[in-house]
């Protein structure tokens, strides 16, 4: 096996990461920072900017082949963080007790440079492919903005979203809703002239909060609906003629996003009308599959022989495992499903070093290829 080139300390690319602000944007310059890398490690590198400042990352290394093995993926985004309620810079990738501090330590940075670690690493006669996105945290944005063209189909999909380096099989889908309902303005002091669109929609929300007959995957858990955010009314002596509604549904093999549209239609009733603004499908790869466990047994030994996991959230394997050609999908990373958004994010040093030594037993188990 040849693995001239040079070996990086994903610790410290992680830390690199962290400073480098990519809070809701930004993203072009860790874009920048990761090809660089990759680029140091003999990869050949593509980096797309569709919009100002966002940009997507594609590497790939080893002998041509019309499928690659393994395709490793994570985003380059992170949510927002206000410096007001933390009590370390956000940005300060500091290592303090055992942790890495900042922003993006957990979600997903620590992943992505475990990840970037372990390929420079890897066998040179081994095909390789890296997909680095913009945007996940809104939608898989990035992701969508991929040019098919530029990505070759793979076997297997490891997504470095945080799980504390244990071994998820898939997630549920993501179906965001704008509800939205209209009314008739008139002076506050004589309501009875018009016809209260704030009143209406809060009616229904409550309804669609106060639901409990969501159902239950055997294999994902129940179905979730959050009523994220609500906007109406412009001053106090004015009855508002509309409100909106934003709503986060979380759904599950066997109850998808059109099931869920018509049974938020009929809690709501006629007078709201539904946008879909995020339409994102689950996914579920089979732990009965020969291949599958022994993925599971080179990232965690062990795994294959308890209960496969599936997450709550998204990732971008929602939308790469139509372009890359079905590939089972793996969810892997030592960040802390815990710690991603909140403040005072942090994550395990320890585990840094745990998931860099996986994807490399994984890498290194990848079949060569020869001329």
């Not at 979730?224 to 508002?240: K, M, W």
């Not at 539904?274 to 030994?301: C, I, Q």
């Amino acid at each position: 096996m040849d693995t001239a080139g040079p070996t990086i300390d994903a610790l410290d690319l992680a830390r690199r990461l962290v400073r480098t602000d990519t809070r809701a944007g930004g993203e072009r310059a860790a874009a920048d920072l990761v090809a660089g890398v990759l680029d140091g490690a003999g990869f050949d590198v593509r980096v797309d900017e569709p919009e100002a400042g966002r940009a997507n990352v594609v590497a790939r290394r080893g002998p041509a082949a019309p499928r690659v093995p393994v395709t490793l993926t994570g985003h380059l985004d992170t949510v927002p963080a206000d410096p007001s309620g933390w009590s370390f810079d956000p940005l300060c990738g500091e290592v303090r007790d055992g942790r890495l501090l900042g922003r993006g330590s957990s979600d997903m940075k620590a992943g992505v440079a475990c990840q970037i670690a372990a390929a420079a690493d890897a066998g040179r006669d081994r095909p390789l492919q890296l997909v680095f996105t913009f945007g996940e945290e809104t939608g898989c944005d990035g992701a969508a903005r991929l040019d098919p063209a530029s990505l070759v189909p793979t076997d297997l999909l490891v997504v470095a979203e945080p799980t504390a380096n244990r071994t998820v099989l898939g997630h549920k889908g993501t179906l965001w809703l704008r509800a939205t309902a209209h009314g008739v303005s008139a002076h506050g002091s004589r309501p009875e002239l018009g016809r209260n669109a704030l009143a209406a929609l809060a009616a229904a929300a409550t309804r669609v909060h106060g639901h409990r007959g969501w159902p239950v995957s055997p294999t994902h858990g129940p179905v979730t609906v959050n009523v994220g955010t609500f906007h109406a009314g412009v001053q106090p002596n004015l009855v508002p003629d509309r409100a909106e509604m934003r709503l986060d549904v979380r759904t599950v093999p066997g109850f998808g996003s059109d099931a869920a549209v018509a049974a938020i239609a009929e809690l709501c009733g006629p007078e709201v009308g539904l946008e879909r603004l995020v339409d994102l499908p689950g996914v579920a790869t089979d732990p009965a599959s020969p291949d599958v466990a022994r993925v599971l047994e080179l990232l965690a030994p062990g795994a294959s022989a308890r209960e496969p996991e599936y997450a709550t959230y998204f990732t971008d394997a929602s939308v790469l495992t139509g372009m890359l050609g079905g590939p089972d999908v793996v969810v892997y990373g030592p960040g802390d499903p815990e710690q991603a958004h909140v403040t005072d994010e942090s994550c395990s040093v320890h585990r840094i070093g745990e998931a860099a030594a996986a994807f490399r037993r994984l890498l290194d188990a990848s079949p060569p290829v020869t001329a």
